[in-house]
């Protein structure tokens, strides 16, 4: 069983930013690591994912805004948010799973999910 624990979510302005972090307790080679995002009365969304030989897809809401990218040696995947809007404010979720030709923004594709962190998007 993979524990994924994600840091970093909080309080940010409108036009900072903020990290996110997944600590993965194990790694997984040819595997795709995920962010998604959830707000209440809504389905989990795929924000950005990025399997293990680097191949990335990050949906067009935060494209040019949110980087995603991943220290395989430290079994850590990060999030860093840039310019974020209120419209960005949800659970973010850290997603793990064996990648089978599936996008790694597809949540079906998750086998190991985070607890999750808040972001809050204010004015």
């Known amino acids: 069983q993979v524990e994924l624990v994600e840091s970093g979510g909080g309080a940010v302005q409108i036009g900072g930013s903020l990290n996110l972090s997944c600590a993965a307790s194990?790694?997984?080679?040819?595997?795709?690591m995920g962010w998604f995002r959830q707000t209440p009365g809504n389905e989990r969304e795929g924000v950005a994912g990025?399997?293990?030989?680097?191949?990335?897809t990050i949906a067009d809401s935060v494209k040019g805004r949110f980087t995603i990218s991943r220290d395989n040696a430290q079994n850590t995947l990060y999030l860093q948010m840039n310019s974020p809007k209120p419209e960005d404010s949800a659970m973010y979720y850290c997603?793990?799973?064996?990648?089978?030709?599936?996008?790694?923004?597809?949540?079906?594709?998750?086998?190991?999910w985070g607890k999750g962190a808040l972001v809050t998007v204010s004015s």
């Open positions: 997603g793990l799973g064996q990648f089978r030709g599936w996008s790694c923004r597809d949540k079906d594709g998750i086998e190991y």
């Open positions: 194990e790694y997984i080679p040819n595997s795709c």
């Open positions: 990025l399997r293990s030989d680097g191949t990335l």
